[in-house]
């Protein structure tokens, strides 16, 4: 395989076709110093030859960064050989404590030579490379315990899908698809209220003409998402962020986000010093965007809406 050709995305492919080269060299060296050893038993041998004491299976496992499944099968294969013993523990008889037999301890002197041979041949290759390998891993796998390849991937995929979304004002042909997301997700979680018919039957009237806004995400056309800025009576607030709506085709894409920014930069456009919301806590990916956004929990404001068990607000100066 032409790892160049496919690039970065074969890097675990190639990772493993090179561990298998070492691995197979690896076996070849046991064989030259006549150790009696498998390559992949090395890193428990390595670590019982440091420990004198006998060590749990969890303890080792986490030790050499092995699954407790995976060091279960080599302690058993070492037994089967004669290196390691299991005995029960003398304070928790539920435990069984590994340790290096007498030719095991003979082995891990015996070996001492290898590991100076081995080390010195390693590290003369690392001179001889314009990146050490090693220090490389070390950065690429603290990156994995930051963030999983599989989060960063879909990090990226949200990023793609997202970059053709065009947020637009709303125009009387986005009228169907207004009314119809927001009562989708409405009637799945809740049922229609006299609030929202009013909002969603004529949003011209309720919305616009009041000095309110409506922002639609586009996508080739398509409208993806929803959301409404009104213009509060309320001397608490200037504006409410309502009628914010997703369509199931497109989530996980962060049409909900690009809308609540955007609606957010038209309220503090608009001169705005606070925007209000009413929501649920069952709702909990819109709470977490809400958060996200900067919203935070209040109470006490009257709401006209069955639904609403939680109120917040947005501070913009």
């Not at 006998?54 to 037994?79: D, L, R």
């Not at 003398?90 to 891990?108: A, C, E, F, P, V």
């Not at 929990?297 to 068990?309: D, I, L, Q, S």
Request: aromatic share 8%; glycine share 6%.
């Amino acid at each position: 395989m032409n790892f160049d050709t496919i690039g970065e995305m074969a890097l675990g492919s190639r990772l493993r076709a090179l561990s298998e080269t070492v691995t197979e060299d690896a076996g070849r060296i046991y064989d030259l110093y006549d150790v009696e050893l498998k390559p992949k038993w090395f890193p428990v041998f390595h670590f019982l030859s440091h420990n004198a004491t006998g060590t749990p299976i969890t303890t080792i496992a986490n030790e050499v960064g092995h699954s407790h499944p995976s060091v279960i099968k080599i302690v058993k294969e070492m037994s089967k050989a004669g290196l390691v013993v299991e005995q029960k523990d003398k304070l928790d008889g539920r435990k069984n404590n590994i340790s290096l037999t007498q030719k095991g301890i003979d082995l891990s002197i015996k070996i001492q030579e290898q590991y100076l041979d081995v080390q010195s041949a390693i590290k003369d290759m690392l001179d001889q490379t314009n990146h050490n390998i090693w220090l490389a891993i070390q950065e690429f796998e603290y990156l994995l315990g930051e963030k999983s390849l599989l989060k960063r991937v879909m990090e990226q995929r949200k990023a793609r899908e997202s970059s053709n979304i065009t947020l637009v004002d709303y125009r009387p042909e986005h009228y169907p698809a207004f009314k119809h997301l927001n009562e989708e997700w409405i009637t799945s979680y809740f049922k229609i209220e006299d609030a929202d018919r009013k909002a969603l039957e004529n949003p011209k009237e309720h919305i616009l003409d009041t000095g309110g806004k409506i922002l639609v995400a586009l996508q080739n056309g398509t409208v993806l998402g929803v959301c409404a800025l009104i213009k509060m009576q309320d001397n608490h607030y200037d504006y409410e962020l309502a009628k914010m709506a997703v369509s199931p085709l497109a989530r996980g894409k962060g049409v909900g986000y690009l809308l609540g920014k955007a609606i957010v930069e038209k309220a503090r456009s608009l001169g705005a010093s606070n925007i209000y919301l009413e929501s649920n806590t069952i709702l909990k990916p819109a709470i977490s965007l809400y958060e996200k956004l900067g919203f935070q929990k209040v109470a006490g404001h009257f709401t006209p809406y069955e639904r609403c068990n939680i109120q917040m607000e947005l501070k913009l100066h």
